[in-house]
């Protein structure tokens, strides 16, 4: 039986961070958390703002120095993950490639090229690098899930990762703004063609899973809504009353989401409410 285990990218700030610490608190599972530098400094921020025991939540969380825009260190964090979740006896069963940076423009004349380059690598390149490396550890056709559903074939593991589907999950952040049909304020140039981006990619990365994975895995892209994090910060202003939402109320919904869904909707991008985004 293969051992499950998570996967949280980047985790110092904003979602991933309230993410790492909602799993640490409602999950028995280890997980893998990322940072571009000062790792202890994070895991220190995960665990006290969780309320949480050193003691008992720390020996399950392992953070690890990552830059996605730097494939080697994706390279390495990968090489440690493997040390530590042999793909023999383990198995990622849920996976968040969260990335994000924003340069917003207005119009052509404010698109600077270094700035869209940095957006397209973070938000678009960055989770490709991510599924190269460590999408390896989904599962596999051949592994064995039964860890996680008893004889009856209820759910076996007592928390809330036994709410979830028994098929791995990898996410990728998007955004309602990487769809082309519903462009109707343009702008924001850059930004929209890395989550379009996104949504093709995670697309193209499920095509591969259902060959190597049958239904053990599948990938889907989210638009979480907008969250009140830094990336937002300049805009909370202009968001309608109740549709700005705490970082943690965004992850509530999207693991709301992923449990929702199941094999056939693999592939294609989801809002917070559970609707689809359309292309």
């Not at 239904?215 to 202003?237: C, D, I, N, Q, R």
Request: with cysteine; proline share 6%.
């Amino acid at each position: 039986m293969s051992k499950p285990w998570i996967f949280v990218s980047p985790s110092n700030r904003g979602i991933g961070h309230a993410l790492t610490r909602h799993l640490l608190r409602t999950t028995t599972l280890p997980i893998i958390a990322t940072a571009r530098a000062d790792t202890s400094r994070v895991k220190d921020s995960i665990l006290s703002s969780s309320n949480s025991d050193h003691i008992e939540y720390g020996p399950r969380l392992h953070v690890m120095q990552l830059d996605v825009t730097d494939e080697s260190s994706i390279e390495a964090a990968s090489s440690k993950a493997a040390e530590l979740f042999p793909p023999r006896t383990h198995h990622l069963h849920l996976g968040f490639a969260l990335p994000g940076i924003l340069h917003p423009e207005k119009s052509p004349k404010q698109v600077h090229y270094e700035g869209a380059l940095e957006t397209l690598k973070v938000n678009t390149l960055g989770p490709l690098m991510l599924m190269k490396w460590f999408g390896e550890f989904l599962p596999r056709k051949g592994t064995d899930l039964s860890q996680l559903r008893s004889q009856d074939g209820s759910p076996a593991v007592g928390d809330e990762i036994s709410r979830l589907p028994q098929h791995a999950t990898w996410l990728t952040n998007s955004g309602r703004v990487g769809s082309t049909s519903d462009n109707r304020l343009g702008g924001w140039y850059s930004y929209r063609a890395s989550k379009a981006g996104v949504n093709s990619i995670t697309k193209s990365f499920d095509l591969y899973l259902q060959t190597r994975s049958a239904e053990k895995a599948v990938a889907m892209a989210y638009h979480p809504g907008t969250v009140k994090t830094g990336l937002s910060e300049e805009f909370w202003g202009n968001v309608r009353e109740g549709k700005l939402f705490s970082p943690e109320f965004a992850v509530e919904k999207m693991l709301e989401m992923v449990a929702g869904r199941k094999a056939k909707d693999r592939g294609r991008c989801w809002d917070w409410k559970g609707e689809e985004v359309l292309p």
